[in-house]
């Protein structure tokens, strides 16, 4: 079973939960972990993507964007609004609205909510899915 975590901002700003999560993705690779970056959409890809190139003056993490081709280097993060592929499972950041469908074989789920109404029906729903699944979740307020 996952280790999930939701990371609830008292922001109601998309861009600053965007930002949160470049922090947590560096925060993710300096301690030697590359996970998948789960979004909604590819457009929602590229702009994790691009904020990745400048969110912190002199900072690089390597990553690129997932469209199901495997031709990926092993020690980057993906980002992609496909499911996880194989290898980039352990880890996985949630921005999309739902869970990820292979949620049962991460190790971690880190889901990032903002406080706008959309952003929190849709957290509440996945929380609710991990609960029934009996999964331990762990609440950050940020």
């Known amino acids: ?4 975590g939701f990371y609830v901002l008292t922001t109601d700003s998309l861009a600053e939960r965007y930002q ?3 922090k947590l993705i560096e925060k993710a690779y300096r301690s030697g972990v590359f996970p998948y970056v789960l979004t909604d959409n590819p457009e929602q890809s590229r ?5 990745l190139w400048t969110f912190r003056a002199g900072s690089f993490i390597p990553h690129q964007l ?4 495997m031709s990926a280097e092993q020690n980057v993060i993906l980002i992609g609004s496909d499911q996880p592929p194989e290898g980039w499972q352990k880890t996985v950041i949630n921005l999309s609205s739902h869970c990820p469908q292979t949620y049962q074989q991460a190790e971690r789920i880190l889901e990032i909510l903002d406080s706008s109404e959309d952003c929190k029906a849709a957290g509440r729903s996945r929380y609710r899915q991990y609960q029934q699944a009996e999964i331990d979740i762990t609440t950050h307020k940020i």
């Not at 079973?1 to 999930?4: G, H, Q, W």
């Not at 702009?47 to 904020?51: A, E, K, N, R, T």
């Not at 997932?66 to 081709?69: E, I």
């Open 66 to 69: 997932f469209t199901g081709d």
């Open 1 to 4: 079973m996952p280790e999930v």
């Open 20 to 22: 949160f999560a470049c």
């Open 47 to 51: 702009q994790i993507d691009d904020l």
